[in-house]
């Protein structure tokens, strides 16, 4: 992460203001390059992936610098599929939240055009788009950009492979001469690089690279899901990994507390972790974790630099990192003092391609993360109260709690073996957060080598996933399961004995 705040880069006020609303700690790496170049007026061309912040990285300064008063077009952004064009409205949307009269309006094929007519006579200052569609109303005259202050070109690269190339260049070519220009694009075809050269001349130039370093000891998973079925796979995760402890990485400070709040509703001994903690409260945290006063932290990437805590058993990329950078001193968070440690990567299908980059910058496999059938968390789960139960076999006041059972039997003409299951039942109706045996929807997986495969609908792309270690297994440890059963004794912290039985997936490895 960035060392400047939003605040030194001199954005406008009341971008700011919605900033800090949203709770963004401080600029992703991206951010902190495009930001002095957009707000200076200058071209950009940015090589950057979804995840990054990137966004972010041209909304707010290029909002800092219109009059917002003035309701006409004056930033256009192309995007290559419907929801993208949609998410980013949303994202200029809440970056503009405290503008007065300001509208964001997203226009695209495949929805009528009475809507977005209306939407363009009443007045927006930020159009977002599909180039079709945005091309069709600059041919009707519904859309003018006599007054546009700048055009983005976002996710070149998909729009030149989704066959928009000569609808982006038709439409760069009626925009005013002195508007400012941005591209951004995870990777630069000489197609693109063309249309930079006649665009964007003399543009600023960001790309965020990083070195390949080698994350040993560390076996790395990922689970690709959809955002809204992320706490549930989250649930899922805790209960059936051998954590010792872990820490859970999200990309906001008002998120650490969120999620810290529902994981402790669900009986997890956790806490956030973020910038908005004073130092003394920080130090307290991560002690408390030290200690196994709290076995989960939940925190952002500013709070938890330089976090060492050697019972990490576990890292939960939650959100995606900003860059290749920011996964590495995350994951480093666990493997400390030459034990190994256990990565589990979160990704919503527009953050997929993250994967190989990913890879390439840790020179290591990630592998598809699997989540135990029905069948098998059953058998877990059954496992599991077996020990807990036996853990109190030998509790002092075993004596005393056999005599109560044995009056209430008695006393209500039940045989003892109805008691306990009775017992049973209760103690299953007071877990609290349990799941339902079903698995979190989770999606099927991009491979990091796989060729790409285009989903024109959804913008997406689908393939097969490497099941399975990598070739010659995993570096320094005996498997990806490797923090071992390290289970607590009954009772501690109100948490379970045993945790879990070696899941079938860890067995096998
Ligand atoms: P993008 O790469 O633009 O798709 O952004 C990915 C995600 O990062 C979005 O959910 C943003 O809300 C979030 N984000 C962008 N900038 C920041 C920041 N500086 N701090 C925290 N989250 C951010």
Known sequence: MSELSFAELGLDPAVLEAVSAIGYETPTPIQAQCMPALLAGKHLLGVAQTGTGKTAAFALPLLSRIDASISEPQILVLAPTRELAIQVAEAFTSYAAKYRNFHVLPIYGGQDFYPQIKGLKRGAQVIVGTPGRMLDHLRKGTLRLGNLKAVVLDEADEMLRMGFIDDVEAILAKTPENCQRALFSATMPPQIKKVAQTYLSDAVEVKIESETRTVERISQFVLPVY?????DALTRILEVEPIEAAIIFVRTKAETTLLAEKLSA??????????????????????????????????????ARGLDVPRITHVINYDVPYDTEAYIHRVGRTGRAGRTGKAILLVTPRERSWLRTLERATNSPMVAYELPSPVELKKMREEQFESQLLGFAEDKKLAKSMALLDEIAERNEMDIAMVAGALACWMEAMQPGSLPLEQPEALPVVSASAPARRDRKGGGRSGEFRKGPPKGGYKGRGGPGGAGARGKPPGKGGKPAGKRPPRQSDAKR
């Open 227 to 231: 955002a809204e079925r992320k706490l």
């Open 266 to 303: 669900r009986g997890h001994a956790v806490a956030p972790l973020n910038g908005d903690l004073n130092q003394r409260q920080r130090e307290q945290t991560v002690e408390d974790l030290k200690r196994g006063k709290k076995d989960i932290i939940v925190a952002t990437d500013v709070a």
